[in-house]
């Protein structure tokens, strides 16, 4: 294959339409291997978006390997805070395993030298190409995620739902919460504040809104959001992209938690996907089987299919990254005392 084949590094010589038209055709499509994702990371000044193209003899697109290599401060901290992210890729025609390693050896080429690790959070089964990344010098890790069927009938999605759950969402109607959606900056402006008070308490970076406007001007963000007379108490923006849904960010103001917000959203959201043709909804991570998470316990009594696609992670500096790993930690405990 690599006769035919070779790899373009950056999107300059990439036709956007042809991009967009490939990944949206692929068996395994998704939201974060599009143009539109990699133009609305370029808002954020942490991140550095990077795109690899398998291209034929005739430049046709055979593969997209799209992400960001984040970095929470500049200079020298910058470096030493750097992680290159990879959701939902590579895609490669065919799943052509030889693709995809022309793919990761030009990721090693050109990008891995300014990342401390690079991380492939995979959004579908990838493990035909384990062996693949192994090569490439890449370790497994189990990593959990929940999809729901929203092909199912009304019924059958509600029956799924845990009894304790179908209680809190009759709480949240019969407490007077109102249910609306909409793909605006505005309502991006509106749910900011929530996303900014949620990431405070738990002392995770968060994106500026300057990216969820992007997206939603993309016409691929949704914010889906729970009121209460006219004062909005919780929302959900949602990745909307080629019949799926993806949780992205969500949560509530603290003082409206016991209307039950975080229990309503991602129910009327399954009624709205399922009744606007959309066909699963992805609840975007439900950590590893092998420790306790709280979140993969909420997300469970919505019903849903538990999955494990796993991680592929590559350590470029491994001592480094256990330092800069323990000193992260050590800076959370404060924030939090």
Not at 48 to 77: H, K, M, N, W, Y
Not at 100 to 118: M, P, S, T
Request: hydrophobic residues 40%.
């Amino acid at each position: 294959m690599s006769a035919d084949y070779r790899v373009i590094c950056g999107f300059a010589s990439v036709d956007r339409g042809d991009w967009d038209a490939f990944v949206s055709k692929h068996p395994n499509s998704n939201v974060f291997q599009t143009s539109q994702m990699f133009e609305a990371c370029q808002q954020i000044p942490a991140y550095e978006p990077v795109a690899l193209f398998l291209v034929d003899r005739q430049l046709a697109i055979a593969g997209v390997l799209t992400g960001v290599i984040e970095r929470q401060f500049s200079g020298l901290s910058g470096f030493l805070t750097s992680r290159a992210i990879i959701r939902g890729g590579p895609l490669v025609r065919d799943d052509n395993p030889q693709g995809v390693e022309l793919l990761l050896d030009a990721f090693d080429q050109h990008y891995g030298r300014r990342c401390i690790f690079v991380q492939f959070r995979n959004l579908f089964p990838v493990l035909e190409n384990a062996a693949v990344f192994s090569r490439f010098g890449y370790r497994y890790e189990e990593h959990l995620n929940i999809l729901v069927d929203l092909t199912d009938t009304e019924e059958i999605l509600w029956k799924k739902v845990h009894s304790k759950r179908r209680n809190e969402i009759r709480k949240a109607r019969k407490s007077g919460l109102d249910f609306s959606m909409a793909s605006s900056t505005e309502a991006v402006a509106a749910a900011y504040p929530i996303l900014q008070e949620v990431y405070r308490r738990v002392s995770l970076p968060l994106p500026g809104i300057d990216f969820f406007m992007k997206l939603a001007g993309q016409g691929i963000l949704t914010v889906f959001m729970a009121s209460y007379q006219g004062e909005l108490a919780g929302a959900m923006l949602a990745l909307t992209y080629n019949r799926g849904i993806y949780d992205y960010y969500a949560g509530s103001y603290q003082s409206f938690y016991h209307l039950c917000p975080n229990d309503l959203i991602p129910w009327e959201v399954f009624l709205w996907g399922k009744n606007n043709g959309f066909r699963v909804f992805d609840f975007g991570g439900a950590g590893k089987p092998d420790v306790k998470y709280g979140v993969r316990d909420y997300k469970l009594k919505f019903g849903g299919e538990l999955v494990n696609y796993g991680r592929f992670t590559k350590y470029y500096r491994p001592m480094l990254y256990a330092g800069i790993r323990f000193l992260f930690q050590a800076w959370q405990k404060l924030r939090k005392s």
